[in-house]
């Protein structure tokens, strides 16, 4: 980190690792009433949940359709819709056996704290479980303290050292 901030590189962000332990024993609540309905997320929803990861995101954490298919290849992308519009989702991947990792968890701004989020978790911890995971990963910027008292209402915790994300301006 020294040697590239020396160079001219910034600390844009900081990253913390969390982790859910011991799946297979964790009750699961369901979220009453369900605020949207769940459905795995096609080829042809890229591009819509491409524009809506743009609006969620900043613009160094962006998805692009590029992104979310690959996303799509190698995991589980399950879409939250309410009135027929894709208003959130999640993205599963498989690190090892035993552990799971939640790429990506997103909620549109206008359907924030409406348990879209926590509907989306759950539903991904349910997957994890009965794909036979006993861990579930995830990373999340050190700012987003939103997202992070989400995670920990659900037991996660903090793993790990920070991992500085670091920038440079090219102009």
Same mark, same amino acid.
């Given at each position: 980190?020294?040697?590239?901030?020396?160079?001219?590189?910034?600390? %844009?962000?900081?990253?913390?690792?969390? =982790?859910?332990?011991? *799946? $297979? /024993?964790?009750? !699961?609540?369901?979220?009453?009433?369900?605020?949207?309905?769940?459905?795995?997320?096609?080829?042809?929803?890229?591009?819509?949940?491409?524009?809506?990861?743009?609006?969620?995101?900043?613009?160094?954490w962006h998805f692009s359709e590029r992104?979310?298919? %690959?996303?799509?290849?190698?995991?589980? =992308?399950?879409?939250? *819709? $309410? /009135?027929?519009? !894709?208003?959130?989702?999640?993205?599963?991947?498989?690190?090892?056996?035993?552990?799971?990792?939640?790429?990506?968890?997103?909620?549109?701004?206008?359907?924030?704290?409406?348990?879209?989020?926590?509907?989306?978790?759950?539903?991904?911890?349910?997957?994890?479980?009965?794909?036979?995971?006993?861990?579930?990963?995830?990373?999340? /910027?050190?700012?987003?303290?939103?997202?992070?008292?989400?995670?920990?209402?659900?037991?996660?915790?903090?793993?790990?050292?920070?991992?500085?994300?670091?920038?440079?301006?090219?102009?």
């Open positions: 980190e020294r040697g590239l901030t020396s160079a001219g590189f910034e600390i %844009e962000e900081q990253i913390v690792s969390m =982790v859910l332990d011991k *799946l $297979q /024993q964790r009750p !699961i609540s369901p979220v009453n009433p369900p605020p949207a309905h769940l459905r795995p997320a096609t080829h042809e929803d890229l591009p819509a949940v491409a524009q809506m990861d743009a609006t969620i995101f900043e613009p160094l992104n979310l298919l %690959e996303l799509l290849w190698r995991g589980r =992308v399950q879409l939250a *819709l $309410q /009135q027929d519009q !894709i208003v959130g989702y999640s993205a599963l991947l498989s690190n090892s056996k035993r552990e799971a990792q939640l790429a990506r968890l997103g909620v549109a701004v206008t359907s924030q704290g409406q348990g879209v989020g926590r509907q989306l978790l759950t539903d991904a911890i349910r997957s994890c479980r009965e794909f036979g995971y006993h861990q579930l990963a995830l990373n999340t /910027q050190i700012s987003n303290q939103r997202s992070q008292a989400l995670y920990r209402a659900f037991g996660f915790h903090i793993f790990g050292d920070k991992i500085s994300v670091l920038t440079k301006s090219i102009y």
